[in-house]
């Protein structure tokens, strides 16, 4: 598993980010950590090459919690569109979520980025 050092951040943050440099590794660490514990799967829209739907689970706050990162990084980086639906699982203290992120095409290298790096951190996630 090959995975981006915080240190090179840069990778799928651009220059479109207004987060302060100095709290950007924070900001992926908060992604690598959602990634590890909860993503299931990556599926990447083909006819939109700049769309993906991550399948995560977790605890049954988890929805709330992701609501709360992806709000977060849309404020420092609007060119990115979360959508969040939270899905039934069968055991009722665990949830399942849904996640869509997408971007223009101009920013088609950071989403490419950080799919890749949600791939290579996700338990198995392919």
Same mark, same amino acid.
């Given at each position: 598993m090959t995975v981006i050092p915080l240190s090179d951040v840069s990778v799928w943050v651009p220059d479109a980010c207004t987060l302060p440099p100095a709290e950007q590794p924070l900001r992926v660490a908060e992604f690598d950590a959602l990634f590890a514990d909860a993503l299931v799967e990556v599926r990447r829209c083909v006819a939109r090459g700049t769309r993906a739907t991550l399948? %995560?689970?977790? #605890?049954?706050?988890?929805?709330?919690? $992701?609501?709360?990162? &992806?709000?977060?990084?849309?404020?420092?980086? +609007?060119?990115?569109?979360?959508?969040?639906?939270? %899905?039934?699982? #069968?055991?009722?203290?665990?949830?399942? $979520?849904?996640?869509? &992120?997408?971007?223009?095409?101009?920013?088609? +290298?950071v989403f490419d980025g950080l799919v890749s790096r949600a791939v290579a951190i996700g338990r198995g996630a392919q």
């Open positions: 399948l %995560l689970e977790g #605890p049954s706050d988890l929805a709330s919690h $992701v609501q709360r990162l &992806v709000e977060t990084e849309s404020g420092c980086c +609007s060119f990115f569109a979360f959508e969040t639906v939270e %899905l039934a699982h #069968p055991d009722p203290v665990r949830c399942f $979520v849904e996640l869509t &992120v997408s971007v223009p095409l101009a920013h088609s +290298s």
